[in-house]
């Protein structure tokens, strides 16, 4: 297992209970000290960060491809609100990437744009390197060229 920082309170967002299951079958792999909540859509996402009396994630991972408000419509909202403007938020399409979604995700305010791993492994390395990363210098230094996170 690779060192990463603990205690990481992590929300996935994403309609596919499969992808839920598999994100969670990830976490538990790397052996994480860090609590994981889901939401299946945007709209429960939103109200899980408008409840006062629940812990503010430290990390979001975001599908973009959702029904009911898409994830760029759910980004959008959670960027409007400055009580979430310092917590990263990991887009994740599960399709090709296109120069158009890229820059509006990114432009939309989100930290990292991903496409969905396939295999279990290219999973793992990714969280990892998510919560490895300094958001603090991130937000700082954020541009459109190293936007895209690859493994």
């Not at 994480?32 to 430290?58: H, M, Q, Y």
């Not at 496409?115 to 990892?128: A, C, N, Q, R, T």
Request: with cysteine; proline share 4%; charged share 30%.
């Amino acid at each position: 297992m690779m060192k990463t920082k603990e205690n990481v309170r992590i929300l996935c967002t994403d309609d596919d209970e499969d992808d839920r299951e598999f994100f969670a079958q990830a976490i538990a792999d790397l052996h994480l000290n860090s609590p994981v909540e889901f939401c299946k859509n945007g709209p429960e996402l939103l109200a899980r960060l408008g409840d006062k009396n629940t812990d503010i994630p430290d990390i979001i991972f975001l599908d973009l491809n959702m029904p009911i408000l898409s994830g760029l419509e759910t980004l959008q909202k959670i960027r409007e609100d400055d009580r979430f403007k310092n917590i990263p938020i990991i887009a994740i399409y599960s399709t090709s990437t296109t120069i158009d979604k890229v820059r509006n995700t990114f432009g939309l305010g989100a930290n990292v744009y991903i496409v969905k791993p396939i295999s279990f492994g290219d999973l793992k390395k990714i969280i990892v390197k998510v919560i490895e990363t300094d958001w603090k210098k991130n937000f700082q230094d954020a541009k459109i060229e190293s936007f895209v996170l690859t493994i």
